[in-house]
Nanobody
Protein backbone atom coordinates (compact mmCIF):
# COMPACT_ATOMS: atom_id res chain seq x y z
CA UNK A 1 0.00 0.00 0.00
CA UNK A 2 0.94 3.67 -0.28
CA UNK A 3 0.98 6.34 2.40
CA UNK A 4 0.69 10.06 1.61
CA UNK A 5 1.73 12.89 3.97
CA UNK A 6 1.49 16.66 3.40
CA UNK A 7 3.64 19.27 5.10
CA UNK A 8 4.51 22.96 4.81
CA UNK A 9 1.22 24.61 5.68
CA UNK A 10 0.93 27.49 8.09
CA UNK A 11 0.02 31.13 8.53
CA UNK A 12 1.15 33.68 5.96
CA UNK A 13 0.28 37.29 5.21
CA UNK A 14 -1.49 38.24 1.99
CA UNK A 15 1.03 38.53 -0.81
CA UNK A 16 3.36 36.03 0.79
CA UNK A 17 4.47 32.59 -0.31
CA UNK A 18 4.40 29.01 0.91
CA UNK A 19 5.79 25.74 -0.38
CA UNK A 20 3.85 22.57 0.35
CA UNK A 21 5.46 19.15 0.14
CA UNK A 22 3.75 15.82 -0.45
CA UNK A 23 5.78 12.80 0.63
CA UNK A 24 4.89 9.20 -0.19
CA UNK A 25 5.96 5.80 1.07
CA UNK A 26 5.45 2.52 -0.75
CA UNK A 27 5.98 1.16 -4.26
CA UNK A 28 4.62 3.25 -7.14
CA UNK A 29 5.14 1.97 -10.69
CA UNK A 30 2.35 3.40 -12.85
CA UNK A 31 0.01 6.25 -12.01
CA UNK A 32 -3.08 7.82 -13.51
CA UNK A 33 -2.44 11.23 -11.95
CA UNK A 34 -1.05 13.05 -8.94
CA UNK A 35 -1.85 16.48 -7.62
CA UNK A 36 -2.93 18.97 -5.00
CA UNK A 37 -6.49 19.78 -3.97
CA UNK A 38 -7.91 22.23 -1.45
CA UNK A 39 -11.11 22.59 0.53
CA UNK A 40 -12.21 25.83 2.15
CA UNK A 41 -14.91 25.93 4.85
CA UNK A 42 -18.35 25.48 3.29
CA UNK A 43 -16.96 24.63 -0.15
CA UNK A 44 -16.34 21.49 -2.18
CA UNK A 45 -12.85 20.11 -2.55
CA UNK A 46 -11.31 21.49 -5.73
CA UNK A 47 -8.29 20.65 -7.86
CA UNK A 48 -5.45 23.17 -7.63
CA UNK A 49 -2.77 21.58 -9.82
CA UNK A 50 -1.94 18.12 -11.13
CA UNK A 51 0.29 15.91 -13.26
CA UNK A 52 -1.03 13.05 -15.35
CA UNK A 53 0.85 9.81 -16.01
CA UNK A 54 2.82 11.24 -18.95
CA UNK A 55 3.81 14.50 -17.27
CA UNK A 56 1.14 16.88 -18.53
CA UNK A 57 0.40 19.66 -16.04
CA UNK A 58 -2.98 21.19 -15.29
CA UNK A 59 -3.63 24.29 -13.18
CA UNK A 60 -6.91 25.68 -12.00
CA UNK A 61 -7.72 28.94 -13.78
CA UNK A 62 -7.67 30.85 -10.51
CA UNK A 63 -4.03 29.97 -9.74
CA UNK A 64 -2.37 30.08 -13.16
CA UNK A 65 0.83 32.08 -12.96
CA UNK A 66 0.80 32.05 -9.16
CA UNK A 67 1.33 28.37 -8.35
CA UNK A 68 3.91 25.90 -9.61
CA UNK A 69 3.69 22.13 -9.17
CA UNK A 70 6.81 20.00 -9.39
CA UNK A 71 7.60 16.33 -8.99
CA UNK A 72 10.69 14.40 -7.97
CA UNK A 73 10.11 10.93 -9.39
CA UNK A 74 13.04 9.38 -7.55
CA UNK A 75 11.89 10.63 -4.15
CA UNK A 76 8.20 10.22 -4.99
CA UNK A 77 7.42 13.74 -3.78
CA UNK A 78 5.22 16.47 -5.24
CA UNK A 79 5.69 20.11 -4.22
CA UNK A 80 3.34 23.04 -4.60
CA UNK A 81 4.96 26.50 -4.65
CA UNK A 82 2.36 29.18 -3.95
CA UNK A 83 3.06 32.87 -4.49
CA UNK A 84 1.01 36.06 -4.07
CA UNK A 85 -1.34 34.34 -1.66
CA UNK A 86 -4.74 35.86 -0.92
CA UNK A 87 -7.15 35.35 1.98
CA UNK A 88 -9.42 33.35 -0.34
CA UNK A 89 -6.59 30.81 -0.69
CA UNK A 90 -7.20 29.82 2.94
CA UNK A 91 -8.08 26.12 2.97
CA UNK A 92 -6.96 22.66 3.92
CA UNK A 93 -4.67 21.44 1.14
CA UNK A 94 -4.63 17.74 0.26
CA UNK A 95 -2.20 15.67 -1.79
CA UNK A 96 -3.66 12.92 -3.98
CA UNK A 97 -2.13 10.01 -5.91
CA UNK A 98 -4.28 7.96 -8.28
CA UNK A 99 -2.15 4.84 -8.67
CA UNK A 100 -2.48 2.06 -11.25
CA UNK A 101 0.23 -0.36 -10.10
CA UNK A 102 1.42 -2.25 -8.19
CA UNK A 103 -1.11 -1.12 -5.56
CA UNK A 104 -4.02 0.41 -7.42
CA UNK A 105 -6.16 2.94 -5.63
CA UNK A 106 -6.94 6.55 -4.81
CA UNK A 107 -4.62 7.71 -2.03
CA UNK A 108 -5.04 10.90 0.03
CA UNK A 109 -3.05 12.55 2.76
CA UNK A 110 -4.60 13.96 5.91
CA UNK A 111 -4.29 17.56 4.70
CA UNK A 112 -2.30 20.59 5.79
CA UNK A 113 -3.87 23.89 6.83
CA UNK A 114 -2.99 27.07 4.93
CA UNK A 115 -4.22 30.34 6.44
CA UNK A 116 -3.69 33.67 4.66
CA UNK A 117 -4.25 36.82 6.70
CA UNK A 118 -5.39 40.08 5.13
Amino acid sequence: QVQVVESGGGLVQAGGSLRLTCTTAGRIFRIRSMGWYRQAPGKHRELVASFNGVGDIHYADSVKGLITISIDSGKQTVDLQMNSLKPEDTAVYYCNWKILSPYSGDYWGQGTQVTVSS
